[in-house]
């Protein structure tokens, strides 16, 4: 049998269309050719997807959510994606591509783009190469990225713990369907003739918060269970879920299943037991906590024994695509009485740009007492910036995505302040900047669910429902592009939604129909 050649490419950004930020080619941090497989241990030499096919990389981005992808920008990485691809075509017969890819990408003036970046990656590789790809299940399946991609696949976590099984479960669906392929044809003596599996795809009328569907509580948690369960039916190669991407406002924005087999009868009867079972529990998802007001949460908080006690300041999640830089729940935070005295009850905020503040507190030193003004640089919807005076308590150069991180104390809180935003997910965050969150009353972040570290971390924890790009109040943010009647815009469904399997013609057919 010959080797088999397989490419990696793709690009990755969760983008909110609610937030004036713009995500820029750099904030994609592309990765090409050998550097992209030093991302991925299971594609090391040694491995058996390592020895089993040789791994050729194009280009891989993979962006911190934020706002709209300028086209230009977007253009230029593409462009680059499908003259890398050409190359490695020119010279190698390739059998098959990996594509990365998050699934909730918006750019300007494009709508489902990573259908369209396939599209034309197809223009380059051909219909007969393997496509698979692995998404977030907050991406977006449309149906021209399900009839583009031979194989697609999901996390099944969220929190995604699950990541890296999910990105190796794609590409040894992929070797796999590859070497069945050889293995027909050498058979068959006819290298002009593959099989490929068959694809049932199924959207479904929800689009709600990763915050109301994590997999830790019900019923995103049992549902989720059944996806393995359908993936072990005979005839079937993988099974998924996508809850959607809740944040823009396309036409593709909604819940899908998606079910891949051999046995087509298999594959439509477990796309449709995963998409009933959807809908039948679609009323009963709910926030992952307890949520409330950022006033009310901190009133719980106070009162409580529980420490450290936390708070996601969830409508500027830099995670989920806000622009990081609203200062709105710092503001509510420094006007409470309790935290004005330095004796105040200890609470760690984090974070908010403002390059200039940052700039002005390394001038100053650790222990200097200075005035400085940030956010709201980008995203000013709900509040200019703000002025704070303050004592400087850490500063830390050389952070990939913050670059410099301040720490400026007012009264009892300890601010972080940053030159670019930065997600704050993991312990380390906090102590590399002398700050101890086990130590603290209260730690407020600009995050949604905690994620694991911090989940393990809070002694309780609320749900603040303040405002930003990710809003979780849907309804409020004016979407006029989705597909309607949605789930929770309309409570009602005079007609119930259509749950039975679409076969999506195979990659090398043209797609015909209406993207119902």
Known sequence: MPPLNIAVAGLACETSMFSPARTLAPAFHPRRDREILTEYPFLQPGTPLGDTAAWHGALIGHALPGGIVVREDFEQLAAEILTRLAAIVATTPLDGLWFDIHGAMCVEGLDDVEGELLRRIRTVIGGRAVVSASMDLHGNVSRELAHQSDLITCFRMAPHEDESDTKQRACRNLVDLLLTQQHDQHDQHDQHETALPYKAWIPLPILLPGEQTSTRVEPAKSLYALVPEVEATEGVIDAAVWVGYAWADEPRNRAAVVVTGWGQDAVAAGAERLAQRFWAVHAQFHFVGPTGSLAECLDVALAAQARPFFISDSGDNPTAGGAGDV?????????????????????????????????????????????????????????????????????????????????????????????????????????????????????????????????????????????????????????????????????????????????????????????E
């Not at 935290?339 to 105040?344: A, K, V």
């Not at 670059?403 to 312990?427: C, D, F, M, N, W």
Request: hydrophobic share 45%; no cysteine.
């Open 327 to 515: 200062p709105w729940g710092l503001v509510q935070l420094l006007a409470r009485p309790e935290f004005q005295p330095p004796s105040g009850p200890t609470v760690l905020y984090a974070s908010l740009p403002g390059p200039q503040a940052v700039q002005a507190m390394v001038a100053a030193g650790v222990g200097a007492m200075v005035t400085v003004t940030a956010g709201a640089a980008v995203d000013a919807t709900h509040g200019g910036p703000l002025t704070m005076t303050g004592r400087v308590h850490a500063i830390r150069h050389g952070d990939p995505d913050a670059l410099i991180e301040a720490v400026l104390q007012v009264g009892s809180v300890y601010a972080i302040l940053t030159q670019l935003r930065k997600p704050y997910h993991h312990e380390h965050d906090f102590t590399d900047l002398d700050l101890d969150p086990r130590a603290a009353d209260l730690v407020v972040v600009k995050i949604g669910y905690l994620e694991p570290e911090l989940f393990a971390l809070a002694a309780d924890w609320r749900l603040a429902l303040t405002p930003g790009g990710v809003d979780q109040d849907l309804v409020r943010l004016g979407h006029h592009r989705i597909r309607r009647p949605m789930w929770p815009f309309e409570k009602s469904f005079p007609v119930p939604p259509d749950l039975h399997a679409r076969m999506i013609p195979l990659s090398s057919d043209p797609l015909t129909g209406p993207d």
